[in-house]
């Protein structure tokens, strides 16, 4: 059978540039090994409760925004979304919570409270970061550490709680671009989807058929097909069918998934098996909790990014100083009476595959984390009380086991350079294959990955850019 594209992947990645495609008159197939689409995203069910595996925090939903364009062409209404006022609070070591809102003078005001040590230099970076609007300034590339020599410590590390949450990376491994984009996304507007970012997925798979799109469910793909110029032609499904691409292949794997198994080590250049060997990208660690609703009122706020540890003297670890508290308040997602919450944490996915055999092992991991999080939660937030309960956990294998990630790795990968979109990020060694997702997006985010997935389908639409600018080299990013 063949099809004009073929995508291999159901995250938001693959899905975006699937249904885009198909409303602009492609013939587009979409491969998903699961039985459901939304990839690491998905929600997780369990004893009558519906988990969202994020923090819940979503840009890209303004007027204008990178929703509002890619909607504009499917054959859906979008989801419900929320605006979020404050978008999160932060809360401290000590006890003091900041309130990360839209208002600029409400905050400034918080931050001169919250940080009277530095009040004059937090309130200053915090303008810089407003006024940044030149990714090529030559401080574009500078770390953000280098801006916050004038703070104190418990300043730098409520920088470095957030930027670790919005960016995967500390100030010290940031860029003051980076920095900039992320930072001030919540005073510009963050949403809560109604139904989680599996309604978003749900609604994209929606508008890819009613395109005339197929999308293929329980069909996973093995490799990609090549033809006798060395050529990828299409790919090989686990069932032994073939499938032709006659004009793009777009993986929504992650990139070393892409070339370890689709692409394969052997046809993969050393100088970008050597990047990938450099690649690292973190692991989570969640706890899918029940919560009473008369508990849920005492709280700052639906979201909270706490900060356990000051860590002074040493770089910032945040699989030992941080977690994120987000309740899910959507009807039905909980029994009556009772809320969902996700607990996410940090952690290094491969630590948990060093007995990926040994099952007993991976729990006794599982419960020691378990134990450990759940003494920092209680310590950190003394106002949950004994109202709150663990349903389940989810490791790095649980989302090796859903979506065969490597090393179930999720939420991107921390950029050193300047977080822009850029066609390097999505190009492969071949000019007719193209990556989405997070590991290849400008930064992470649902509205980096959707960014970049319009970015691939308008390159598909327009032959003349398709093989314009190949690349070996795909990208330089870092993490720890």
């Not at 007993?360 to 450990?372: F, I, R, T, V």
């Amino acid at each position: 059978m063949n099809h004009e594209v073929v995508v291999v992947g159901g995250g938001i990645g693959g899905l975006t540039a699937a249904a885009l495609l198909a409303a602009r008159g492609v013939d587009v197939c979409l491969f998903e090994r699961q039985s459901h689409v939304g990839g690491c995203v998905a929600n997780f069910e369990h004893l009558g409760y519906t988990f969202e595996p994020t923090a819940g925090l979503y840009s890209g939903w303004e007027a204008e925004g990178i929703y509002e364009k890619i909607f504009s062409e499917l054959a859906v209404e979008p989801p419900n979304v929320q605006a979020l006022s404050p978008a999160y609070v932060v809360r401290l070591p000590d006890g003091t919570d900041v309130a990360v809102a839209v208002s600029e003078r409400q905050f400034e005001d918080d931050l001169r409270q919250a940080f009277p040590e530095c009040a004059v230099p937090a309130v200053t970076f915090y303008r810089k970061l407003a006024e940044f609007n030149d990714p090529n300034r030559g401080s574009a590339r500078t770390a953000t550490s280098t801006y916050l020599a004038n703070c104190s410590l418990r300043f730098r590390r409520f920088i470095d709680v957030q930027l670790q949450t919005l960016t995967q990376c500390t100030s010290d491994r940031s860029p003051l671009a980076g920095a900039a984009q992320a930072l001030m996304l919540p005073h510009r507007g963050l949403w809560t989807i109604q139904g989680g970012a599996q309604a978003l997925a749900d609604a994209l798979a929606e508008s890819l058929k009613k395109s005339g799109g197929t999308l293929r469910m329980n069909a996973p793909v093995l490799r990609f097909a090549y033809g006798s110029d060395g050529q990828p032609m299409g790919v090989d499904l686990l069932s032994g069918e073939r499938i032709l691409a006659t004009e793009a292949i777009i993986s929504n794997l992650t990139i070393w998934d892409t070339y370890g198994k689709l692409i394969g080590l052997a046809r993969t250049p050393s100088s970008v098996s050597k990047q990938l060997k450099q690649l690292r990208g973190w692991g989570a660690y969640l706890l899918f909790l029940s919560l009473d609703q008369a508990a849920a009122q005492r709280l700052a706020s639906n979201r909270i990014v706490v900060l356990t540890d000051w860590q002074e003297d040493q770089n910032y670890l945040p699989d030992e100083a941080q977690f994120i508290f987000a309740i899910a308040s959507d009807a039905g997602r909980a029994p009556e009476g009772k809320l969902a919450v996700t607990v996410s944490t940090f952690t290094d996915a491969e630590d948990w595959f060093t007995f990926h055999e040994d099952e007993s092992a991976h729990e006794q991991k599982d419960q020691a984390s378990l134990e450990l999080v759940w003494t920092r939660l209680h310590a950190s937030m003394p106002e949950l009380g004994d109202e709150v309960e663990v349903i389940e956990t989810a490791t790095p294998q649980t989302f090796y086991e859903t979506t065969r990630r490597k090393f179930g790795m999720v939420g991107g990968l921390c950029s050193s350079g300047v977080s822009f979109v850029s066609e390097d990020n999505f190009r492969t060694i071949f000019p007719n294959v193209f990556l989405v997702g997070d590991t290849v997006s400008s930064s992470p985010g649902l509205a980096s990955i959707s960014e970049s997935a319009n970015a691939v389908a308008d390159i598909i639409r327009n032959p003349s850019r398709r093989g314009s600018r190949r690349k070996t080299i795909l990208f330089a990013r870092r993490l720890h």
